[in-house]
């Protein structure tokens, strides 16, 4: 098969489908690699690591579209790329189509097949090919959490880990899935005094299992939550109620009772946010103050560590990306209900239930 990893094209996206690694495994299975010039910069890897996997180098989209049994992206096809997307060929990318009408009606056109990350599974009920972007997520939170405290970003002054003598910051995690999870691990590795709340009891029996010691648990009761926050020095957010908007945990009445200068990083900013007053912010000017409260809300964080990023995602997306091109996607998908989970769309048809109920579509 001839595998096609085109340029990242939406607006500071930097990361890359294929990795240099990933075309290697698929160049010793056999297959032809076709990559477009300068696609991997954004993460740091040079047209000469593609070529050294055995890669071909291809100046333009327009002919890795052209020339590729399947295309390996990182986000939704846009509307030019759509375009070039024609029957029969296999697109493999992040395409959230439920919100996405447009998008959508595009695919279905261009009679291709179209694989979406979001939607593969795996055997424990998770979604193995957004953990990975969960973790980078998660990690990154009390990072810039830490910067946003700074004096001069506008926060408390406040040192993750105090010094002797001093006490470190008290950061509180809403949500202690995977992006929670990982959060809490560095925030408490920075050395400051971590406490995460949920609503699910096994979780939290496992959490305490596992980092008893490293942080507490606390249970997510409208009580617990705002008696914590008026403790906290930080706050990141970390809900999720699968296919649904984040639930508000604080409320803007509520900021008045946070200590002035807290920084509250809203993960789930992607649904929404979990804090009333959080509206999604960009790279470029990631931080806002209301009412003397540090909001850092960027949507795609994973996009500030590219390079560790895109690893990660390749390191999770070849296994999947090898089966559809040694078998096919059809064989691929009978042998893997898991992957066959990911088929949105084919041939002209929506085969995603939750995405055709989404947008009163046929499926
Ligand atoms: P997850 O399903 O692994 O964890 C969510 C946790 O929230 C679960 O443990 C659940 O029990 C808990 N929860 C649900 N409702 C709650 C409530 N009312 N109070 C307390 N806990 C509650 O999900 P995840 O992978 O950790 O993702 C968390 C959020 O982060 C999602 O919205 C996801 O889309 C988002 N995310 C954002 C970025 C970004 O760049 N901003 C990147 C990755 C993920």
Known sequence: MKIGCPTEIKPQEFRVGLTPSAALEAVNNGHDVIVQSGAGIGAGFDDAAYEAAGAKIIATAEEVFAQADMIVKVKEPQAGERKMLREGQLLFTYLHLAPDPEQTKDLLASGCTAIAYETVTDRNGGLPLLAPMSEVAGRLAPQVGAWTLQKANGGRGVLMGGVPGVG?????????????????????????????????????????????????????????????????????????????????????AQLSELKPGAALVDVAIDQGGCFETSKATTHQDPVYDVDGIMHYCVANMPGAVARTSTIALGNATMPFMLNLANKGWRQACKDDAHLKAGLNVHAGQLTYAAVGEALGMDC
Request: charged fraction near 20%; charge should be positive.
């Open 168 to 252: 470190p910051a008290r950061v509180m995690v809403i949500g202690g899935g995977v992006v929670g999870t990982h959060a809490a691990r560095i925030a408490a590795g920075m050395g400051a005094d971590v406490t995460v709340l949920d609503r699910s009891l096994p979780r939290m029996r496992y959490l305490d299992d596992v980092y008893g010691g490293t942080f507490k648990t606390s249970y997510a009761s409208a009580q617990n939550t705002i008696e914590l926050a008026r403790e906290a020095d930080m706050i990141i957010g970390a809900v999720l109620i699968p296919g649904a908007a984040a639930p508000k945990l604080i409320s803007r």
